[in-house]
């Protein structure tokens, strides 16, 4: 996962295993294929991010951070 610029906080699988999105301290999450292992989203808002994660329909990503926030992304 050579997308990020600092290191990663978390990593979760979609419920398929066909996506990965990982968290990490530069503030961005970035979706993964997991057939290609290319980047198929980045995504950033955060001044903090600690995790990502999938929700049940795998194609929403919610992101928190230390700054108090929470992002629900859809993918479309």
Same mark, same amino acid.
């Given at each position: 996962?050579?997308?990020? $610029?600092?290191?990663?906080? *978390?990593? =979760?699988?979609?419920?398929?295993?066909?996506? #990965?999105? %990982? @968290?990490?301290?530069?503030?961005?999450?970035?979706?993964?294929? $997991?057939?290609?292992?290319? *980047?198929? =989203?980045?995504?950033?808002?955060?001044?903090? #991010?600690? %995790? @990502?994660?999938?929700?049940?329909?795998?194609?929403?990503?919610? $992101?928190?951070?230390?700054?108090?926030?929470?992002?629900?992304?859809?993918?479309?």
């Amino acid at each position: 996962l050579s997308g990020h $610029t600092r290191d990663i906080s *978390s990593i =979760a699988l979609s419920a398929d295993e066909r996506l #990965l999105v %990982s @968290a990490s301290y530069d503030r961005t999450a970035e979706v993964w294929d $997991t057939t290609t292992w290319e *980047s198929v =989203a980045v995504l950033q808002h955060h001044t903090s #991010l600690d %995790s @990502a994660e999938f929700g049940d329909d795998n194609n929403t990503v919610l $992101t928190a951070g230390r700054d108090g926030l929470i992002y629900v992304w859809r993918r479309d």
